[in-house]
């Protein structure tokens, strides 16, 4: 096999290992699974996608050293494999739309300069009547670390399973750099997956069957819908607006063409001080995390002229729905939506602000009030009509959006070895870091993604080009950071 040069990285010709026992991945998909039905959420999350706004999310892993190109793309393959929907096209039938699954489909390692993530100022979208939902850059960066990023269409899969994706990439790659009769080759074990499981990824029955810890009354559904439907938030925007002009134009051409998300990585002392804080105060970090949310967009609508006590602000948080069975269920959509609302003058005391975030996301875990979203979803797309009403009742969804992602590393230590330096060793490779961002959508110009990786917080920011600038985008972030150094010296941001 010839050698490749992606964006100048040499490519080492494949050894016997990538053809070893040990190393093959057997996760072929069984014949008959597919074609498969869109789900009630999978299907919302295509007609919510639009150029405009792409339903995509990024994620990123950064090295400190260099990698094989012919190994990752072979890795990247084998992933595809394991995650069937990311090498799947979606069709619309007579009845329902369907995923088509691709079995000669090989993803490749893009070029950041000849295929750039952003083009314009704007993310490319991804068409999953046209193409599979998976797209992989790897190129060096500016400070001579290397990175690795991945973009996902969401409605292949959520967060959970777009991580284990790309586990699963590190995985094989790091089968095919290590010698078969290397200790290190015991720990790469790929968990062993289910394909038939990918069935019930829509099944929502362990929920419906089994009574809620603090069932919802029929007048608090109705007004949760009301309140869903008629009350939208207030979006959060900048100087830009919706249509064309000479400031949208020079915003946009001053946003990398590799840079479709903001990231930032907290040093260990501000991390340390912050995790410390939490632990001490007994606050959990979503609700840390949504209550100084709550807090930043006040500021924000306060400062670009949204003011008024009475202007609504809601945030969305997914909700994993998982259980023990889906533990062998391939990348997908085990999620659900609960939001969370305030108004402005509820924002301003900030210790009842952080209490009442608090009490709402127990009372959304006793309540299990994010079933009735996906109870919605699977009636309106039983009924076309009513869906299309619904989704244009929901240009309005959230004011912002924030994914709590825990441990970046949990369950990757155990599989790949610790250095002194902190980082994993991945086959020839040190891995530094990782992060996650959701997308955004219509009227919902700000998503947030929060990890842990290497003890150390990592956050990541997703904007909307119609309503903010990357100046205004780095603003909002920059001020949403502080507000966590702040609350860990202060207690209050």
């Known amino acids: 096999m010839a050698d490749r040069v992606v964006n100048d990285i040499p490519a080492v010709a494949f050894t016997q290992n990538d053809v070893s026992p040990r190393n093959r991945v057997d996760d072929t998909v069984p014949a008959g699974l597919f074609p498969l039905v869109l789900t009630p959420f999978e ?38 494999v394991r995650n069937p929907l990311y090498a799947s096209r979606v069709t619309q039938a007579t009845k329902a739309w369907q995923w088509h699954y691709d079995a000669a489909f090989r993803p490749k390692i893009r070029s950041i300069e000849l295929e750039p993530p952003v083009v314009d100022g704007f993310i490319v979208p991804i068409d999953l009547t046209q193409e599979p939902g998976i797209r992989v850059w790897y190129h060096r960066q500016a400070d001579d670390t290397w990175r690795l990023l991945f973009q996902f269409h969401h409605a292949c899969a959520d967060g959970i399973g777009m991580r284990r994706f790309v586990i699963d ?22 968990d062993r997956l289910d394909h038939a499981r990918l069935l019930e990824r829509g099944s929502i029955n362990h929920l419906v069957d089994t009574p809620a810890a603090v069932p919802l009354t ?46 930032k990585t907290l040093s260990l002392e501000e991390s340390t001080a912050i995790l410390e804080r939490a632990r001490l105060a007994e606050v959990g970090l979503n609700d840390l995390g949504l209550a ?44 659900s939506y609960a939001f969370l609302g305030r108004k402005h003058r509820e924002c301003h005391d900030w210790p009842k602000l952080l209490a009442s975030v608090q009490a709402e996301t127990q009372q959304i875990k006793d309540t299990r009030v994010y079933v009735d979203f996906l109870q919605g979803l699977s009636m309106c797309q039983r009924r076309p ?109």
């Not at 706004?53 to 190109?69: D, E, G, I, K, Y």
């Open 292 to 335: 100084l949310l709550f807090h930043q967009c006040r500021l924000w609508h306060e400062q670009h002229s949204t003011r008024g006590t009475n202007r609504r602000i809601r945030l969305l948080m997914p909700y994993d729905i998982r259980t023990k069975e889906d533990l062998r269920l391939s990348a997908a959509n085990r999620l």
């Open 385 to 493: 009509r009513l869906f299309r009403w619904v989704l244009g009742r929901m240009r309005h969804v959230a004011t912002a959006v924030f994914t709590y992602g825990g441990d970046a590393n949990r369950g990757v230590t155990r599989v790949f070895a610790t250095q002194e330096c902190g980082a994993l060793r991945v086959g020839d490779a040190l891995m530094l870091d990782g992060a996650a961002a959701p997308p955004v959508r219509l009227n919902t110009n700000i998503a947030i993604g929060f990890c842990i990786s290497r003890d150390r917080i990592s956050m990541s920011l997703s904007w909307s080009r119609h309503a903010l600038s990357i100046e205004e985008a780095q603003l909002f972030f920059d001020s949403y950071l502080t507000s966590w150094k702040n609350w860990a010296q202060n207690n209050r941001p």
């Open 169 to 190: 990439t590190l995985i094989c790659y790091a089968r095919f750099c290590i010698p078969e009769d290397d200790p290190l080759q015991a720990n790469l074990r790929l």
């Open 218 to 263: 029929l007048k608090q559904r109705l007004w949760n819908t009301y309140y869903f439907l008629f009350l939208p938030p207030a979006p959060l925007r900048g100087t830009l607006r919706p249509t064309p002009n000479r400031l949208r134009a020079t915003s946009l051409r001053s946003v990398p063409p590799d840079q479709p998300t903001l990231v």
């Open 43 to 80: 299907q919302y999350l295509m007609l919510d996608d639009s150029p405009q706004h792409p339903m995509t999310a990024f994620m990123q892993v950064t090295l400190a050293t260099p990698l094989n190109v012919e190994f990752l793309e072979e890795a990247v393959y084998r992933a595809c």
